[in-house]
């Protein structure tokens, strides 16, 4: 009791030392009550058959059945499947990606060179993926220019099927969504790589470490709490696996590959008009999400002594 009434006692003396503060903040709190916490009122949705027009209090209460509709569908399996597939993909390839590329772009000494490097590589981050997709078939369809050069050059006697053929799909997925996001993502390495004190390179090379020893011993522990939130953040994500780049993507032909929980669930919850359906769907995935938050960091705080909380 003394311990609350402590933290009370704290919260409003911070509040009369930082008036003015706290005041500017009273915008940003109201903002963020009217369009980040009030629409979660929605998730209700997940708990009735919503019918579009009525008021969701007026609506038939089904409790769990949605849940239950999900996952007993015969196709869940596959849903899970392809979405914990292309997830983890994306995160032992993509997640220590923009990880080497700050730390090879932390080595390079001309400013300009480096300045030019970092725009280039930021700019695939603002490339939607209508153009992606675009760029994809342009270079994996039949006549397209890979197959085009590996025909001429006699290395395959016929066009390989890269966007027709489903064992095709994960790869490639991978690949664009690497080359997208790597270079926006080592953003936030380079900015902790720039806050490590210079003394601590110093004294490294003073004691004989090279480049790589630099790296290995100094830069990645001095970031690798930055590293630690980031891992965290991207297991609670691990069933968000996109659904307009599979449905620009994918074809007909590849659908057993590319077919995840979010794409069935625009597929029932918006195309479908069973909303209440795509509510629960998008529940779900937010409670795993969380739980896997929790366990992660309770992990990585035992086993590195590192967390988010």
Same mark, same amino acid.
Request: aromatic share 16%.
């Given at each position: ?33 009217? $369009? ?31 849940? %239950? ?7 869940? @399996? ?37 300045? $030019?490097?970092?725009?280039?590589? !930021? ?9 992606? *997709? ?20 006699? %290395? ?5 099927? $890269? ?5 095709? !799909? ?23 790589? *720039? ?61 057993? !590959? ?21 509510? *629960? ?7 795993? @999400? ?20």
């Amino acid at each position: 009791m003394d311990k609350k009434n402590g933290m009370i006692s704290n919260l409003f003396k911070s509040f009369r030392m930082q008036t003015e503060l706290w005041l500017l903040s009273v915008p940003i709190i109201i903002w963020v009550l009217i $369009f980040c916490y009030y629409p979660m009122y929605g998730i209700t949705m997940s708990f009735v058959n919503y019918v579009p027009g009525k008021p969701i209090w007026q609506c038939e209460f089904v409790g769990l059945k949605w849940f %239950i509709d999900f996952l007993t569908n015969p196709s869940f @399996g596959l849903l899970l499947r392809n979405t914990l597939a292309m997830s983890l993909l994306n995160i032992i390839f993509g997640f220590p990606a923009p990880i080497i590329f700050a730390l090879l772009l932390n080595e390079i000494g001309n400013r300009h060179a480096k300045k $030019f490097i970092q725009t280039v590589s !930021y700019l695939p981050h603002f490339i939607s993926w209508v153009v992606a *997709a675009s760029i994809v078939y342009l270079l994996l369809s039949n006549e397209g220019i890979i197959n085009v050069i590996l025909v001429q050059w006699g %290395i395959t006697h016929k066009p390989i099927p $890269f966007l027709s053929k489903g064992e095709y !799909y994960w790869i490639i997925y991978t690949i664009i969504n690497i080359w997208k996001s790597v270079g926006w993502s080592s953003i936030i390495y380079l900015s902790a790589i *720039a806050g490590i004190d210079e003394q601590l390179y110093q004294a490294g090379a003073i004691d004989g470490l090279g480049r790589l020893g630099m790296a290995w011993y100094i830069t990645i522990p001095s970031i690798a709490p930055t590293i630690v939130v980031l891992w965290i953040l991207g297991i609670g994500g691990i069933l968000n696996a996109g659904f307009e780049q599979h449905l620009l993507l994918g074809n007909p032909m590849t659908q057993k !590959y590319w077919d995840v929980i979010d794409t069935y669930s625009y597929r029932y919850g918006v195309q479908q008009g069973f909303y209440s359906m795509g509510t *629960a769907v998008g529940l779900f995935k937010s409670v795993i @999400g969380f739980f896997l938050v929790i366990l992660t960091n309770k992990i990585s705080k035992k086993l590195f002594d590192l967390s988010i909380i």
